[in-house]
T-cell receptor, first 110, second 115 residues
Framework: AQSVTQLGSHVSVSEGALVLLRCNYS??????LFWYVQYPNQGLQLLLK??????LVKGINGFEAEFKKSETSFHLTKPSAHMSDAAEYFC????????FGAGTRLTVKP | DAGVIQSPRHEVTEMGQEVTLRCKPI?????LFWYRQTMMRGLELLIY????????DSGMPEDRFSAKMPNASFSTLKIQPSEPRDSAVYFC?????????????FGEGSWLTVV
């Protein structure tokens, strides 16, 4: 069975600092991996996805993620946090359906 | 293009009442998913359909929950009778050709409170 584990339910950074949100996957087949963002009182929006093309995937709002098979990881990064990045972030793995991690709440301090 | 449309956006109901949540997927999408989100359990997949046929309902919590998809443009999730522990946000989502890394698109959610 495929699954993802997000390390850290809450991450706090200062505005302008590096954002690093961690995700590890478990899959018996090459995975399709996703990062979604959820702003308060809204649905989930796709940030980026990995579908076995380039291992470094660029998404919206300056986010990117790198697929590392040796580490079974798909961590999300952004070089410089902005106040508007404060939200809940979900890593997900897809096969016939899509399974989500528990989520990481990102807080950005001024 | 219109996204996934859910109704109602908010519902407050009394314990024991029937609740029906509605969803219109994106036109042309052949997969439809129902998720439930709570603080305690996060995002749970309840059921998904392919071409209007339920494929996996193993996430449906109990017999009080039922879902239907009578046609390609409409699905319902029904809870009867409702209980306070059903209070959650229910998301409908749709995609094309799931299993090939296609994106799932979410609706804005239905906020359900059972008192």
């Amino acid at each position: 069975a495929q699954s993802v584990t997000q390390l850290g339910s809450h991450v706090s950074v200062s505005e302008g600092a590096l954002v690093l949100l961690r995700c590890n996957y478990s899959s018996s087949v090459p995975p399709y991996l996703f990062w979604y963002v959820q702003y308060p009182n809204q649905g989930l929006q796709l940030l980026l996805k990995y579908t076995s093309a380039a291992t470094l995937v660029k998404g919206i709002n300056g986010f990117e993620a790198e697929f590392k098979k040796s580490e079974t990881s798909f961590h999300l990064t952004k070089p410089s946090a902005h106040m508007s990045d404060a939200a809940e972030y979900f890593c997900a793995v897809s096969f016939n359906d899509m399974r989500f991690g528990a989520g990481t709440r990102l807080t950005v301090k001024p | 293009d219109a996204g996934v449309i859910q109704s109602p956006r908010h519902e407050v109901t009394e314990m024991g009442q029937e609740v029906t949540l509605r969803c219109k997927p994106i036109s042309g999408h052949d997969y439809l998913f129902w998720y439930r989100q709570t603080m305690m359990r996060g995002l749970e997949l309840l059921i998904y359909f392919n071409n209007n046929v339920p494929i996996d309902d193993s996430g449906m919590p109990e017999d009080r929950f039922s879902a239907k998809m009578p046609n390609a443009s409409f699905s319902t999730l029904k809870i009867q009778p409702s209980e306070p522990r059903d209070s959650a946000v229910y998301f409908c989502a749709s995609s094309q050709n799931q299993g090939k890394g296609n994106t799932i698109y979410f609706g804005e959610g239905s906020w359900l409170t059972v008192v």
